[in-house]
């Protein structure tokens, strides 16, 4: 088994997802008293939303390269970012490791391809929604983008920072959710990803509208894979 660095905190809620799901699927898959070898840096969030906010993004550069290779240091044969935003700098943290980095949209191109979707409406902050980082990845696998209006971008941004990566839910947030879901679906989406990991605690696949790609579920589950994939297989050096 392959150790799997995680580089987490951003916000704590989804790492603890992700920490769940792979150790579940792991055990799954293994049986027994198996369980996942990871190495974890968990950053503080309030460190990273602060270079969010001032838009320093080379700061939390050197803060997502620095974690990273704290997790090679502690043994991660490949390494993942927690987050999709902070994916604007996965090249810097792919730069300061010698193992694989595996990128989430890569992860959540994956499930559209087995499933047949070639438009996935795109949910999550400002920046992904609006920047072409995100988009351009996916678009590297053949998978467009459908994002919402700027009036439901800034909601769907408010919520992302205001509500859920502190670890609030409200209904009338998962009901205005599912609103611009439904709008995003009206619009040619096939699915939706929700490009925020902590977006599918507050609305499950169950209760939208339209398929969902759940990001952190995708890249967990893809972490799995590599993690167990036998030595020799191609999947970790494609990752």
């Known amino acids: ?39 974890l840096q968990s950053l503080d969030f309030s460190e990273v939303r602060a270079c969010q906010v001032r838009g320093d993004w080379a700061a939390s550069a050197a803060l997502l390269a620095d974690a990273a290779r704290r997790c090679e240091a502690g043994g991660a044969d490949l390494v993942a970012l927690c987050t999709n935003l902070m994916h604007k700098n996965f090249p810097a943290l792919e730069a300061a490791v010698t193992v694989p980095a595996v990128h989430i949209a890569d992860a959540v191109a994956r499930v559209a391809a087995r499933e047949g979707w070639t438009t996935l409406g795109l949910l999550g902050s400002r920046w992904v929604m609006e920047e072409t980082f995100y ?19 800034e909601l769907v941004d408010r919520v992302v920072f205001d509500e859920i990566t502190q670890g609030v839910f409200r209904e009338e947030s998962r009901a205005a959710y599912q609103r611009i879901m439904g709008d995003l679906q009206s619009r040619g989406a096939d699915a939706v990803v929700l490009a925020c990991t902590e977006i599918g605690l507050l609305v499950t696949p169950e209760q939208a509208p339209l398929p969902v790609v759940d990001s952190a579920v995708a890249h967990a589950s893809f972490l799995v894979d590599l993690a167990l994939e036998p030595a020799g297989q191609p999947a970790l050096a494609e990752a």
């Open 1 to 39: 088994m392959r150790t799997i660095g995680l580089v987490g905190g951003m916000s704590w809620h989804s790492t603890a997802t992700y920490y769940r799901i792979i150790n579940e699927q792991v055990a799954a898959r293994l049986g027994g008293h198996a369980s996942a070898r990871i190495s």
């Open 135 to 153: 988009a351009d990845r996916l678009a590297e696998h053949g998978i467009g983008v459908v994002a919402p209006d700027a009036a439901d971008r």
